[in-house]
Structure formats: structure tokens, C-alpha cells
């Protein structure tokens, strides 16, 4: 029998954990659990308006599409954490990154419906 012992790599902000300090080092940066990735917006703002935009065809003939976001009070492009992580931050004219924390920020409530009896 033959018994190998080998360090794991935990993420502090969730269950990913690897056999590679790099690879787990490079999931923390990006972590959607990690503090830092916690966009203010994306926590239902109302003011966060999204839109698809096509981006071309796949090498099967398929669209490809993009979801672009828009602070519809400021009239800001945003990116996400996930778009650095993908690596496509300069496919985004003018943006900037979304802020951890916005005096801007409205939650939406969804409107309640009557039930009759």
C-alpha cells in the first residue's frame, strides 16, 4: 500500500478547496462568496438595468450573446468581478466596476398580489 500525504488548499469564503495553492489563491481573488465580489448592485438595486446584446456567431452558427450592465441613475456602464475573472474587462468600452457599496442604492420590492377567498 502505498500512503501519500499532501497539503489542501481551503477558500476562506466557501467549500473550494484544491491540491494547488495558485489555483486556490486565484478562486479567492474571484470568490462570489469573497467581500470584495459582493456588488452592491446585484442585491436587487432597481437602478440596475440589463441587456443583451448579441456578439456574434460560435463556431456551430449560434449567436453569442452578452449581458451588458447599465446604473440607470447614473448612466454608468458596469462590469462585475466575474468579467475580470473571464478576463473580458477591455471588451467593455467605458466601464467601470461595480461598487461594493452605492448611496444610490434602492432594493426593489416586488409588487404583492391579493389572493380572493
Same mark, same amino acid.
Given at each position: 500500500m502505498k500512503t501519500i500525504e499532501r497539503k489542501v488548499y481551503y477558500c476562506e469564503h466557501c467549500k473550494y478547496k484544491s491540491l494547488s495553492a495558485s489555483h486556490t489563491s486565484k478562486h479567492e481573488k474571484y470568490c462570489?462568496?469573497?467581500p470584495l465580489n459582493a456588488?452592491?448592485?446585484f442585491q436587487?438595486? %432597481?437602478h440596475l438595468e440589463r441587456?443583451?446584446?448579441?456578439?456574434g456567431y460560435n463556431s456551430d452558427g449560434y449567436p453569442i450573446s452578452k449581458t451588458?450592465?447599465?446604473?440607470?441613475?447614473?448612466g454608468k456602464k458596469l462590469y462585475s468581478a466575474l468579467a475580470e475573472k473571464k478576463?473580458? %474587462?477591455h471588451l467593455i468600452k467605458d466601464a467601470e466596476r461595480m461598487p461594493l457599496e452605492c448611496e444610490l442604492y434602492e432594493e426593489f420590492e416586488p409588487e404583492t398580489t391579493q389572493f380572493d377567498d
Amino acid at each position: 500500500m502505498k500512503t501519500i500525504e499532501r497539503k489542501v488548499y481551503y477558500c476562506e469564503h466557501c467549500k473550494y478547496k484544491s491540491l494547488s495553492a495558485s489555483h486556490t489563491s486565484k478562486h479567492e481573488k474571484y470568490c462570489l462568496s469573497n467581500p470584495l465580489n459582493a456588488h452592491k448592485c446585484f442585491q436587487m438595486c %432597481v437602478h440596475l438595468e440589463r441587456t443583451k446584446v448579441a456578439c456574434g456567431y460560435n463556431s456551430d452558427g449560434y449567436p453569442i450573446s452578452k449581458t451588458e450592465f447599465t446604473c440607470a441613475e447614473t448612466g454608468k456602464k458596469l462590469y462585475s468581478a466575474l468579467a475580470e475573472k473571464k478576463g473580458i %474587462v477591455h471588451l467593455i468600452k467605458d466601464a467601470e466596476r461595480m461598487p461594493l457599496e452605492c448611496e444610490l442604492y434602492e432594493e426593489f420590492e416586488p409588487e404583492t398580489t391579493q389572493f380572493d377567498d
